[in-house]
């Protein structure tokens, strides 16, 4: 959500407050029904605009969606909601990515097991980058929403934590303009919630136990937070690693090094 501006930004740093109140073990529950609200409001643009119409009266746009999702959502998520219609917003769009974005922070908060839910999240992202059939499948605008749902349902069901299956289906039907895309987003955000940073470490061979802990513990100490390492290995590195973690990028891996080697010898 760092592309929110202004009074979107103002108005998610508030509900994202109102959500830490909300016990985790309704967390399932609310990212539900949070992304089924921001569906909504994808799917109609008079009820979007109405919400987020700053000349009209903030109680009673909560008061409108209330009359129309009593009954259909939680009382938390309702309550939820109906706080977020309230509220200014910058651009009519910044409503439904907000109540996606808590959606997706409810979920992780009901996981129970971030380390787990991170690899999970990781492992899903890797997977489909790799099997271009499965890629296609997930890309492909004849194949409805619910069959993809269903294709991810059997890789996936029984391996994982429900929630990284529910966020796993959600990056289908959310903003994001592929599912990896949101996958990586949800990984961000998982890290977010729990205070971390993610880093992704491309290594030249599989790194033990011990060399991720020591590594994870140098890039902690210098950022001066928790690290979760995301390791892929690249035989293309020859040698050494590459670590991704933001905007910087800590290259020491050998291809890099020959290959400053030789623009020096020929320049």
Known sequence: MKTMRGASADALSALSQVLTGVNAQDGAAVGTDLFGVAQLLRSEPALRRTSTDASLDGSAKSGLVKSLLEGKVGQVALDLVADAVSRKWTTTRDLADALEYLGVVS????????????????????????????????????????????????????????????????????????????????????????????????????????????????????????????????????????VEIGDDVIDGSLSSRLDDARRKLAG
Do not use: C, W
Request: charged share 20%.
């Open 107 to 242: 979920l992780v908060r009901s996981a129970g097991d971030k380390q787990r839910l991170a690899d999970e999240l990781f492992g899903a992202s890797t997977l489909i980058s790799h099997e271009s059939e499965l890629r296609n499948a997930l890309s492909d605008p004849a194949r409805s929403v619910a069959d993809k749902r269903s294709l991810l349902g059997g890789i996936f069901g029984d391996k994982v934590l429900p929630a990284t299956l529910h966020l796993i289906e959600q990056s289908l039907a959310g903003s994001y303009r592929t599912v990896n895309a949101a996958l990586e987003n949800y990984q961000q955000v998982a890290a977010e919630v729990y205070g971390e940073s993610v880093a992704t470490v491309h290594s030249a061979q599989t790194l033990s136990e011990s060399d991720i802990a020591r590594l994870s513990t140098a890039l902690s100490n210098h950022y001066g937070r928790q690290v979760h390492l995301n390791v892929i290995v690249d035989p293309a590195l020859v040698g050494g690693l590459r």
